[in-house]
């Protein structure tokens, strides 16, 4: 006979990932007031509910903060833009280009999605941003740079990888360092600034790239 009914209000609209379809749906937020119902019938105002995003697909109720996860399609071109990124780092930072740290490079690249990546256009941007004004100094690439490009572009995704996601993009970048011989320093230093911003222990980092040394 008593109770407490929520009206909801929409207050916007959108697509995100729906935890309970397990992929991208659309959504409404919606905001809510509770009131006290007597025989169903709503009487007195009992105060403001939390928002919720309602999935237009199975009709689910989630907390906003379920916005925070990326879509399955933003969550892809996040991760071909890190790789990508993390290609074009090692590469700049080994500085010879060889042929086969070109074809490893563009294979990582060409496995996430960008299919049209080939050694020619890698080399091409890796010549691009040596020639740029104030990317290199002294033949190295400018390491606070490149720091601050690697983490823009992991930063963002490194939240939404499991441990062996993050550990799978070191991996592949340090099998590019090795492609045409064992690490520089340059390469070294560009690897660890990859796990830092993949949230990869410093200890886990050691381990990993004398794991890459290792032939399987």
């Given at each position: 006979m008593l109770g407490t009914r929520t009206a909801w209000t929409p207050v916007g609209d959108g697509e995100f990932f729906c935890p309970g379809c397990?992929?991208?749906?659309?959504?409404?937020?919606?905001?809510?007031r509770r009131r006290f119902t007597v025989l169903g019938v709503p009487l007195l105002p009992r105060?403001?509910?939390?928002?919720?995003?309602?999935?237009?697909?199975?009709?689910?109720?989630f907390g906003t903060d379920v916005l925070d996860h990326p879509t399955t399609t933003r969550f892809s071109a996040m991760l071909r833009d890190a790789v990508h990124t993390v290609a074009l780092a090692v590469l700049s930072?080994?500085?010879?280009?060889?042929?086969?740290?070109?074809?490893?490079?563009?294979?990582?690249?060409?496995a996430v999605g960008l299919a049209d990546c080939t050694e020619e256009r890698?080399?091409?941007?890796?010549?691009?941003?040596?020639?740029?004004?104030?990317?290199?100094?002294?033949?190295?690439?400018?390491?606070?740079?490149?720091?601050?490009?690697l983490h823009e572009a992991l930063d963002p995704l490194a939240p939404h990888l499991a441990p062996a996601g993050r550990e799978s993009i070191l991996l592949q970048a340090a099998r590019i360092a090795l492609a045409d011989g064992p690490y520089t320093p340059a390469e070294h230093d560009t690897l660890t600034t990859v796990g830092a911003a993949l949230t990869i222990h410093t200890d886990e980092v050691t381990r990993l790239l004398a794991e890459a040394r290792t032939p399987s």
């Open positions: 397990g992929g991208d749906r659309n959504y409404q937020r919606l905001s809510g105060g403001v509910a939390a928002p919720v995003v309602e999935c237009a697909a199975c009709g689910g109720h930072a080994g500085g010879t280009c060889s042929r086969t740290a070109l074809e490893t490079a563009a294979a990582a690249v060409r890698l080399a091409a941007l890796v010549e691009a941003l040596a020639a740029d004004t104030g990317r290199v100094h002294d033949g190295r690439p400018c390491g606070a740079d490149l720091a601050i490009e």
